[in-house]
């Protein structure tokens, strides 16, 4: 006779035994149910040892060779496990207080070890294979594990301590691993409906309500790495597809998060580390395409980073160390190139290059810098240096554009270049060394457009002005201005 129970049923049973009155002295009750081949060499092993008050242990196997331990200590403990395969191995044990464990295992070679101890812990394993591995390990109150395996050659390995832990896997697929430590209280670990072969996730998480990630993945060879220190730390993947993927993410502090999105294509490496508090990447779009590298670090306060490619070849770095700085990147087309490095404190950079062999690189080392670059083209460069605080550069591109080359470096204080970019072959390099020096544009005047143009404008005074001007073909436009309080206006047709 093969006896199931479901959790559920038992956990009822296990309810109406405490408030039944006398029926509270009925403490201990083992079932097993086991069956072998005829002639069997070895036959099936069920050993059973319970203590304590109200325990519930259920041993259902059918096969050969396979091993079962249940070792229950006081108070409300219950363990079922169901075997029907070949050599599976089966361990658990639940010291004092009320655990609940499950097993449920249908193949050969399955080895599932679950440790208990606390108030309330409940560990679930459902394993449909061949050779698969899972420990958990649970000390604190009200942890929960759900293990969930279809596949070969899976690996689990889980250990919460603490209160109110979560930690779930769900493997489809072969070779896939989950190593997962939470110590703390509130925190989840993930990876659930993956579907593919020798993917990996590692989640160590240290303090109070923190969350990995990991909800879809399809594909090969991609793994995972996610250390969190501290509180409220968030790391969410969501809909993961494609082949030799590396999502490195570690967070130490608090209220941190990075949310990516999908994450489709082949060899994208995605490297995130944040450390102070409040930081944020979102990746609303997160690499689509192949050969995609992202690097990510902010060290400071209530830093924030969005980045979104679409395409081929594409490398984005963003590093930004200090308070309150924003930085948003978007990368569509072939062999694209962003990087945005921000020093110092409320610095606001963003990229937007949309075509072929597209270059952007901005630095801001000093507070309150504003730069913002809009391509979209072919084989662009663009380089940004602001050094000093409150500069601005804005230069748009919002029609034909194709092997521009753009270059500014600003490196006093309130210096401003904002420039509306049109037309071929245009070339524009402007230095500013002082301080409130300004290239007018947005009606203010500048613009280029035209072809085969080049504009050069160096000031290294103070407070020089050139508003600009230069539509046409084949112009050449050349402003030197050394001193301080200079003005030139500029138009050609």
Same mark, same amino acid.
């Given at each position: 006779?093969?006896?199931?129970?479901?959790?559920?049923?038992?956990?009822?049973?296990?309810?109406?035994?405490?408030?039944?009155?006398?029926?509270?002295?009925?403490?201990?009750?083992?079932?097993?149910?086991?069956?072998?081949?005829?002639?069997?060499?070895?036959?099936?092993?069920?050993?059973?040892?319970?203590?304590?008050?109200?325990?519930?242990?259920?041993?259902? /196997?059918?096969?050969?060779?396979?091993?079962?331990?249940?070792?229950?200590?006081?108070?409300?403990?219950?363990?079922?496990?169901?075997?029907?395969?070949?050599?599976?191995?089966?361990?658990?044990?639940?010291?004092?207080?009320?655990?609940?464990?499950?097993?449920?295992?249908?193949?050969?070679?399955?080895?599932?070890?679950?440790?208990?101890?606390?108030?309330?812990? /409940?560990?679930?394993?459902?394993?449909?294979?061949?050779?698969?591995?899972?420990?958990?390990?649970?000390?604190?109150?009200?942890?929960?594990?759900? #293990?969930?395996?279809?596949?070969?050659?899976?690996?689990?390995?889980?250990?919460?301590?603490?209160?109110?832990?979560?930690?779930?896997?769900?493997?489809?697929?072969?070779?896939?691993?989950?190593?997962?430590?939470?110590?703390?209280?509130?925190?989840?670990?993930?990876?659930?409906?993956?579907?593919?072969?020798?993917?990996?996730?590692?989640?160590?998480?240290?303090?109070?309500?923190?969350? *990995?990630?990991?909800?879809?993945?399809?594909?090969?060879?991609?793994?995972?790495?996610?250390?969190?220190?501290?509180?409220?730390?968030?790391?969410?993947?969501?809909? #993961?597809?494609?082949?030799?993927?590396?999502?490195?993410?570690?967070?130490?502090?608090?209220?941190?998060?990075?949310?990516?999105?999908?994450?489709?294509?082949?060899?994208?490496?995605?490297?995130?580390?944040?450390?102070?508090?409040?930081?944020?990447?979102?990746?609303?779009?997160?690499?689509?395409?192949?050969?995609?590298?992202?690097?990510?670090?902010?060290?400071?306060?209530?830093?924030?980073?969005?980045? &979104?490619?679409?395409?081929?070849?594409?490398?984005?770095?963003?590093?930004?160390?200090?308070?309150?700085?924003?930085?948003?990147?978007?990368?569509?087309?072939?062999?694209?190139?962003?990087?945005?490095?921000?020093?110092?404190?409320?610095?606001?950079?963003?990229?937007?290059?949309? *075509?072929?062999?597209?270059? &952007?690189?901005?630095?801001?080392?000093?507070?309150?810098?504003?730069? #913002?670059?809009?391509?979209?083209?072919?084989?662009?460069?663009?380089?940004?240096?602001?050094?000093?605080?409150?500069?601005?550069?804005?230069?748009?591109?919002?029609?034909?554009?194709?092997?521009?080359?753009?270059?500014?470096?600003?490196?006093?204080?309130?210096?401003?270049?904002?420039?509306?970019?049109?037309?071929?072959?245009?070339?524009?390099?402007?230095?500013?060394?002082?301080?409130?020096?300004?290239?007018?544009?947005?009606?203010?005047?500048?613009?280029?457009?035209?072809?085969?143009?080049? #504009?050069?404008?160096?000031?290294?005074?103070?407070?020089?002005?050139?508003?600009?001007?230069?539509?046409?073909?084949?112009?050449?436009?050349?402003?030197?201005?050394?001193?301080?309080?200079?003005?030139?206006?500029?138009?050609?047709?």
């Amino acid at each position: 006779m093969n006896v199931i129970f479901p959790r559920k049923h038992i956990l009822g049973l296990a309810v109406a035994l405490v408030v039944s009155g006398p029926a509270m002295a009925v403490s201990n009750e083992v079932v097993i149910n086991q069956t072998s081949a005829v002639a069997a060499v070895n036959g099936n092993l069920a050993e059973v040892t319970q203590s304590g008050e109200i325990s519930l242990a259920v041993i259902d /196997q059918n096969g050969d060779a396979n091993n079962s331990t249940i070792t229950q200590d006081g108070v409300w403990l219950e363990a079922y496990n169901f075997v029907a395969g070949n050599d599976n191995q089966v361990r658990t044990e639940q010291l004092t207080d009320w655990h609940i464990a499950y097993i449920d295992i249908a193949g050969d070679d399955n080895t599932v070890t679950v440790t208990q101890d606390g108030f309330f812990n /409940q560990a679930e394993a459902i394993i449909s294979g061949n050779t698969n591995d899972a420990a958990v390990l649970q000390n604190g109150d009200v942890n929960e594990v759900f #293990v969930n395996l279809s596949g070969d050659f899976n690996l689990v390995e889980i250990e919460q301590q603490g209160m109110a832990n979560w930690s779930n896997a769900g493997f489809s697929g072969n070779d896939n691993s989950l190593f997962s430590v939470q110590v703390g209280d509130n925190n989840e670990s993930g990876m659930f409906n993956l579907s593919g072969n020798r993917n990996a996730f590692e989640a160590e998480q240290t303090g109070n309500a923190n969350v *990995g990630g990991i909800v879809g993945l399809t594909g090969d060879n991609n793994s995972f790495f996610v250390s969190q220190q501290g509180d409220s730390n968030v790391f969410i993947a969501y809909d #993961v597809a494609g082949s030799d993927n590396l999502v490195d993410v570690m967070q130490d502090g608090n209220a941190n998060q990075f949310l990516l999105d999908p994450l489709a294509g082949e060899q994208n490496l995605v490297l995130i580390d944040q450390r102070g508090d409040g930081n944020s990447v979102e990746a609303p779009i997160g690499l689509i395409g192949n050969d995609n590298q992202v690097d990510v670090w902010q060290n400071g306060n209530l830093n924030s980073a969005l980045f &979104a490619t679409d395409g081929d070849g594409h490398n984005v770095e963003i590093r930004q160390n200090g308070d309150g700085n924003v930085s948003e990147m978007v990368l569509i087309g072939d062999a694209n190139v962003g990087t945005i490095y921000s020093r110092g404190d409320n610095n606001i950079a963003g990229v937007g290059l949309v *075509g072929v062999g597209n270059i &952007a690189d901005i630095q801001q080392l000093g507070d309150d810098n504003y730069a #913002v670059v809009d391509i979209a083209g072919d084989t662009n460069d663009v380089y940004v240096d602001q050094s000093g605080s409150a500069n601005e550069v804005l230069l748009t591109s919002d029609a034909v554009v194709s092997a521009n080359a753009v270059a500014i470096e600003q490196n006093g204080d309130i210096n401003l270049v904002d420039i509306l970019l049109s037309g071929n072959g245009n070339t524009l390099d402007i230095l500013q060394n002082g301080s409130g020096n300004w290239v007018a544009g947005n009606d203010g005047y500048f613009a280029v457009a035209g072809n085969d143009g080049l #504009v050069s404008i160096t000031q290294q005074g103070n407070d020089n002005l050139v508003l600009g001007g230069q539509a046409g073909s084949g112009n050449l436009m050349s402003v030197s201005q050394m001193g301080d309080f200079n003005t030139a206006i500029v138009v050609q047709n």
